[in-house]
């Protein structure tokens, strides 16, 4: 099973911008879908957005007209633009990827990276 590995998490004001990508660490032949969950201090983690094999994207209603899900398909890689940034937007973000590799179904998921929105 690959690892997923995420970057361009941060500090960022209220109303800024990030964009967090995310990226296997070995092949993936056949990617059924990629999303981004997150998890705020003391809850649980939440769905934020996925985009399937078609592109076909959905989103948390938190975050519905704010956040830009996109994957470029030929490395596997798929980026999270966040734009118009709320304190509740504070958390880890962590990237999921459903997979086949030869027989098999995979969940990989990321180690996390953190997402700051503070004055």
């Known amino acids: 099973q690959v690892q997923l590995v995420e970057s361009g998490g941060g500090l960022v004001q209220p109303g800024g911008s990030l964009r967090l990508s995310c990226a296997p660490s070995g092949s993936i032949s056949s990617v059924r879908y990629m999303g981004w969950y997150r998890q705020a201090p003391g809850k649980e983690r939440e769905f934020v957005a996925r985009v399937n094999s078609s592109d076909s994207t959905n989103y948390a209603d938190s975050v519905k007209g704010r956040f830009t899900i996109s994957r470029e398909k030929a490395k596997n890689t798929v980026y999270l633009q966040m734009n118009n940034l709320k304190p509740e937007d504070t958390g880890v973000y962590y990237c999921?990827?459903?997979?086949?590799?030869?027989?098999?179904?995979?969940?990989?998921w990321g180690q996390g990276t953190q997402v700051t929105v503070s004055s």
């Open positions: 999921n990827a459903y997979y086949k590799t030869g027989l098999f179904y995979y969940n990989a």
